[in-house]
Structures are given as structure tokens and as C-alpha cells.
């Protein structure tokens, strides 16, 4: 027998031993297979904000109506809370290609950071990650991509500002870390590491506002090149998004420490000529 693919399934073709066709021919419809549009869907929080997930046929034929149950489950985000809970039965039939539910997220108004739930439809399971609005955000970031220091000035301010604050002003304080790493610069002997945590207060918290940290710079009498190390800004809070998160520091050569050849074509001064 020989299958051929056609629309909708396959043709078998069935021969006998002589190679004469059988003349009655038959199409073989495969089994529907079906997928989420959606595994992992995104959603920003705000008035009226929903997610839309579906269940589509992605390979097969459709051959009679197929009805799946559709539920959320709470995870991070909690049904009631961070959004409204579906349970329902619905209905594919052979004329879609496509089945979709709505779920509304709830708008809280409270500064919180990324927050998920599971959806399924039937044996389908997939995950929505709501987003907070950023105006609920406090925004911090470095202030610089580059700073340049040198040995002979013995340290470093590496600074990090306000860039945004939540709509309203801010209740909760926003703490941030600033870390050290080495680049061609090694901590011990080109500067000393250093991990420090930065606290903005809520109540005095204004954009623009900067608070730095102090790394010290060693000058070991070396002569060598210009050097780098690295900054990075983290935070362990939820209501803190990060601009500016690492920075180049930039050691430079000190003019006393560069050595220069003699010049090669001085001349010696000889004895004045006698008569």
C-alpha cells in the first residue's frame, strides 16, 4: 500500500501483487492534536486589563465538536485578589479552528512585584505573569556608565539616583546594593572590593536624588596601564525597578608614574677651541 498526502488526512492506495490499482480508495483523517496559543502569556496590570488564552488545533481534523474545561488556579497572584477566577465548560467546534477565554485582572493600586497564576484548558496547562503598572514603580539607577579615577587619587564615588517614583509618592522605602567586581583591575591589589547597601527613604524620596558609595583605590607604585573594575546595582525589592545596573570604572595611569626615555640625540658639550 502507498500513502499520499492530501487535505484533511491521507490517500491510501492499496496495489496488488501485479501492480494493478485497486480502484476503491479511502482518506484517512488524522486525530486532531491541539496547543495552547499562549503557554506562557504576559499581561500588565491596570484598569480594565484582561489576558486572552486559546486552545487552537495545530495539526489533524476537526471531526466533531470537542468541549474542554477551563479553570484557573491561584499561584503568586491570588484569585480575588489579583484576578477574577474562571471555571467554565466550553465548546470547540468543527467550524473554528481557535477556542479563547478571558480572564480580568483586578487593578489593586498596591506596589508589588511580578505575580503569576496557571490557566487550563483540559489536559493544557499554561501560566499568566501580571505585571504591575510601572507608575507603581520606584525606579533607581547608576548614574554613570563610565567613571574614571586614578591611583594617585586613592578613590572612587560610584553613585546611584532616583530615576521615577510610584504615582502618588511611596510608603515603603527602596533599598539597592552596589557590588564591585574585577576586570583587568584585581580587588586587593588595584582597589578594595566593596558590597554596601543604599536605603532611599520614602518620606524624603524626590527624583534626581543620588546617594554614592566610596571604593578605594591603591596605589601600589606599579607602573602599568590603564585598568578597569565593575559596578553593579541589584535590589531584593519587588517595588524597585532598575535603570542603569553596571558600570566601568576606570583606573588611569598617574603623569608621575609614566617614564620616559632619554632623548636619544642630546649632544655632549665639548671644550672651547684654543688658539
Same mark, same amino acid.
Given at each position: 500500500?502507498?500513502?499520499?498526502?492530501?487535505? *484533511? *488526512?491521507?490517500? @491510501?492506495?492499496?496495489?496488488?501483487?501485479?501492480? &494493478?490499482?485497486? %480502484?476503491?480508495? &479511502?482518506?484517512?483523517?488524522? &486525530?486532531?492534536?491541539?496547543?495552547?496559543?499562549?503557554?506562557?502569556?504576559?499581561?500588565?496590570?491596570?484598569?480594565?486589563?484582561?489576558?486572552?488564552? @486559546?486552545?487552537?488545533?495545530? %495539526?489533524? $481534523?476537526?471531526?466533531?465538536?470537542?468541549?474542554?474545561?477551563?479553570?484557573?488556579?491561584?499561584?503568586?497572584?491570588?484569585?480575588?485578589?489579583?484576578?477574577?477566577?474562571?471555571?467554565?465548560?466550553?465548546?470547540?467546534? !468543527?467550524?473554528?479552528?481557535?477556542?479563547?477565554?478571558?480572564?480580568?485582572?483586578?487593578?489593586?493600586?498596591?506596589?508589588?512585584? =511580578?505575580?503569576?497564576?496557571?490557566?487550563?484548558?483540559?489536559?493544557?496547562?499554561?501560566?499568566?505573569?501580571?505585571?504591575?503598572?510601572?507608575?507603581?514603580?520606584?525606579?533607581? *539607577?547608576? $548614574?554613570?556608565?563610565?567613571?574614571?579615577? !586614578?591611583?594617585?587619587?586613592?578613590?572612587? =564615588?560610584? @553613585?546611584?539616583?532616583?530615576?521615577?517614583?510610584?504615582?502618588?509618592? %511611596?510608603?515603603?522605602?527602596?533599598?539597592?546594593?552596589?557590588?564591585?567586581?574585577?576586570?583587568?583591575?584585581?580587588?586587593?591589589?588595584?582597589?578594595? /572590593?566593596?558590597?554596601? %547597601?543604599?536605603?532611599?527613604?520614602? *518620606?524624603? &524620596?524626590?527624583?534626581?536624588?543620588?546617594? @554614592?558609595?566610596?571604593?578605594?583605590?591603591?596605589? =601600589?607604585?606599579?607602573?602599568?596601564?590603564?585598568?578597569?573594575?565593575?559596578?553593579?546595582?541589584?535590589?531584593?525589592? /519587588?517595588?524597585?525597578?532598575?535603570?542603569?545596573?553596571?558600570?566601568?570604572?576606570?583606573?588611569?595611569?598617574?603623569?608621575?608614574?609614566?617614564? $620616559? =626615555?632619554?632623548?636619544?640625540?642630546? $649632544?655632549?658639550?665639548?671644550?672651547?677651541? !684654543?688658539?
Amino acid at each position: 500500500g502507498v500513502m499520499e498526502s492530501n487535505e *484533511g *488526512g491521507y490517500r @491510501c492506495v492499496v496495489t496488488n501483487i501485479a501492480g &494493478a490499482d485497486i %480502484s476503491d480508495t &479511502a482518506t484517512l483523517a488524522l &486525530a486532531p492534536v491541539f496547543g495552547l496559543s499562549l503557554p506562557a502569556a504576559v499581561v500588565t496590570e491596570g484598569e480594565d486589563s484582561y489576558v486572552e488564552v @486559546c486552545v487552537v488545533v495545530i %495539526s489533524g $481534523t476537526l471531526t466533531s465538536d470537542v468541549t474542554f474545561a477551563f479553570s484557573t488556579q491561584s499561584g503568586t497572584a491570588q484569585e480575588g485578589q489579583d484576578f477574577i477566577g474562571v471555571d467554565a465548560n466550553l465548546t470547540l467546534t !468543527t467550524d473554528d479552528s481557535e477556542l479563547c477565554m478571558n480572564t480580568s485582572i483586578i487593578d489593586d493600586d498596591i506596589v508589588e512585584g =511580578d505575580e503569576s497564576f496557571q490557566y487550563m484548558f483540559g489536559a493544557l496547562q499554561g501560566s499568566v505573569t501580571i505585571r504591575s503598572d510601572p507608575s507603581e514603580y520606584f525606579g533607581i *539607577g547608576l $548614574t554613570q556608565a563610565v567613571y574614571n579615577t !586614578t591611583e594617585q587619587r586613592g578613590v572612587v =564615588d560610584v @553613585c546611584a539616583n532616583i530615576t521615577s517614583l510610584p504615582a502618588g509618592g %511611596s510608603s515603603v522605602d527602596a533599598v539597592v546594593t552596589i557590588v564591585t567586581s574585577d576586570g583587568t583591575a584585581i580587588a586587593g591589589s588595584d582597589y578594595e /572590593s566593596l558590597n554596601e %547597601s543604599l536605603t532611599f527613604l520614602s *518620606g524624603a &524620596a524626590k527624583v534626581g536624588n543620588n546617594q @554614592c558609595v566610596f571604593v578605594a583605590i591603591l596605589n =601600589d607604585d606599579d607602573e602599568e596601564p590603564e585598568e578597569q573594575f565593575f559596578a553593579s546595582l541589584s535590589t531584593m525589592d /519587588s517595588h524597585v525597578v532598575l535603570g542603569l545596573s553596571m558600570a566601568t570604572v576606570n583606573i588611569a595611569v598617574d603623569p608621575a608614574d609614566e617614564v $620616559t =626615555d632619554a632623548p636619544t640625540n642630546a $649632544t655632549t658639550p665639548t671644550d672651547a677651541p !684654543t688658539n
